[in-house]
């Protein structure tokens, strides 16, 4: 079954890009205090913590590599 779809062709749109738009008011943040985080979104920021701990480690151990300050033992 086909539905019938009217177009009004006589409605002007505007589009108005946002520097150019009247500011809005912000919300305010006072008396919200901390957010508490659920299970999985604290697992997530721990394991994207200790990925960013591990990628600076390999960076430091390449870095030492590269200008041959490791003791030849630990290459």
Do not use: W
Request: overall charge negative.
């Amino acid at each position: 079954m086909a539905a019938h779809i009217a177009h009004n062709f006589d409605e002007t749109l505007y589009v108005i890009h946002p520097l150019d738009a009247a500011p809005e008011q912000k919300c305010s943040t006072e008396g919200l205090g901390p957010m508490e985080l659920t299970r999985p979104v604290r697992t997530s920021l721990f394991i994207l913590r200790a990925y960013l701990v591990a990628i600076t480690l390999v960076l430091l151990y390449r870095t030492l590599e590269l200008t041959n300050l490791l003791p030849h033992h630990l290459r």
